[in-house]
């Protein structure tokens, strides 16, 4: 069971057993479902015909952005474990304030892309990190500000050294 949410005021409990046997808030959902392309579906609801497509899909947050007949919409799923660490108290956790960013890995720092002071949102490419002649960006963790960067340019970095600390 998936408890899936566009905002507050949206929300509903899925249940796919089997694309046979999907329950929408319990109830039955009949529809018939044709995939067309990476990414792209063609839904018939109701009587009704709908032009779907996968935006973007990100597992490990469960957010999925979607265009439904043109209209931009961005869902959260929370399965039963996600459901259970919130009744339990323990989704706070994935909130918990984060104060830096570390090297992941050692490497070279070969781009900086953010300046202290500038807010960022979680995603955002705050530097690059060259090892073993990959690029890797380093992205915001969370929403928040830089508060400094603790390298320079072309600076050789350590496994776990601190690169941004955020304000």
Not at 5 to 20: K, M, Q, T
Not at 54 to 81: C, M, P, S, W
């Amino acid at each position: 069971m998936l408890h899936i949410s566009l905002g507050p005021a949206h929300n509903w409990e899925v249940d796919f057993r089997a694309i046979d046997s999907v329950t929408l808030n319990n109830q039955p959902f009949a529809w018939d479902l044709v995939a067309l392309g990476e990414g792209r579906f063609h839904v018939l609801h109701g009587g009704r015909s709908y032009s779907a497509e996968v935006l973007t899909a990100d597992y490990a947050t469960k957010t999925f952005a979607l265009k439904i007949n043109g209209q931009h919409i961005e869902l959260q799923a929370k399965d039963r474990f996600d459901q259970l660490l919130d009744r339990l108290g323990f989704s706070a956790a994935n909130t918990a304030k984060i104060n830096e960013l570390k090297a992941p890995m050692p490497g070279l720092i070969i781009d900086i892309r953010v300046q202290p002071g500038q807010a960022v949102q979680k995603g955002d490419p705050l530097l690059v990190l060259e090892a073993m002649k990959m690029e890797n960006i380093l992205k915001a963790p969370t929403d928040c500000v830089i508060g400094s960067i603790k390298v320079d340019l072309r600076a050789n970095v350590t496994k776990g050294q601190v690169l941004v600390q955020f304000a």
